[in-house]
């Protein structure tokens, strides 16, 4: 007896075409999860991080100081500008004033000029010498090297025009002519507007430098100031100067 053949498909028998589908599910389940397994490997090395802040501690309120005074400046009095073992001088006639010198300086009289063979360059205060009157003068006896004293002039006038600095090109335009102007100053003296002038000045062959304070009080000023070797000048500025801030108008 012949035996039936069994159906073909495409070539192939009905359990032939089985196994190929079960192969065919088995590599498209192998694709498909090939890919999901790829695809969520890139989607978890771009995912971002997951961070977990800590919230900052609210600051706690520091406790409130109590503002302390400023301290005001202790005022500067008039006792602690004068160096200790110096010596007032002071006028006998109204306009009365006192001013303090180291205790080298002396009155300066014709005796005393005599005695001791002095040379020393006159201090002039005013050139117009209207209404001037001479107040004090002083002569420091230290020796100098340079033959010549140091001396000190005190003067007082009406003020001569409105204001110091127009007194200054007013009474002092001759010297400012034949002598060599070196500085020119506001001062500081008390709470008086003040001014100072220093000149190089020369006559009779001697060299010297000339110190000139000037002091606005009302309608008077006063003119003081120092003459002495020129080489020593910008040495002893600064003793000039604190012998110039003692100066004080009081009753006489």
């Known amino acids: 007896m012949s035996r039936t053949r069994a159906k073909r498909y495409l070539g192939m028998t009905v359990p032939q075409l089985g196994s190929l589908g079960i192969l065919f599910l088995c590599i498209c389940c192998l694709f498909i999860g090939g890919y999901w397994w790829l695809n969520s490997m890139v989607a978890a090395a771009y995912a971002a991080p997951v ?5 900052a501690p609210s600051a706690t309120p520091l406790p409130s100081e109590t503002p302390l005074p400023t301290p005001s400046p202790t005022p500067i009095t008039y006792e602690s500008l004068i160096p200790a073992g110096w010596k007032q001088f002071k006028s006998e006639a109204a306009p009365g004033m006192e001013i303090w010198f180291p205790p080298s300086f002396e009155t300066l009289t014709e005796s005393l000029m005599q005695a001791n063979n002095m040379h020393y ?3 002039s205060e005013s050139e117009s010498q209207q ?3 001479s107040m004090l ?3 420091d ?21 409105a204001d110091l ?9 001759n010297m400012m002519l034949n002598a060599r102007l070196m500085e020119r100053d506001n001062f500081e003296i008390g709470n008086y507007p003040a001014r100072k002038v220093v000149f190089d000045i020369t006559g009779n062959g001697v060299t010297a430098g000339l110190v000139v304070y000037l002091i606005q009080e009302n309608v008077t000023v006063w003119y003081f100031g120092f003459t002495t070797p020129y080489n020593e ?5 600064p003793d000039f100067d604190r012998i110039a801030q003692t100066f004080r108008i009081v009753a006489p």
């Open 165 to 173: 600095d127009k007194t200054i090109d007013q009474e002092f335009a």
């Open 51 to 55: 961070m977990n802040f800590t919230p």
């Open 137 to 139: 003068n002083l002569v």
């Open 141 to 161: 006896m230290t020796q100098s090297p340079y033959m010549l004293y140091t001396t000190f002039g005190m003067s007082t006038q009406p003020l001569p025009a």
């Open 233 to 237: 000048l910008y040495t002893r500025m």
């Open 121 to 123: 360059v006159p201090f």
């Open 131 to 133: 209404g001037l009157k």
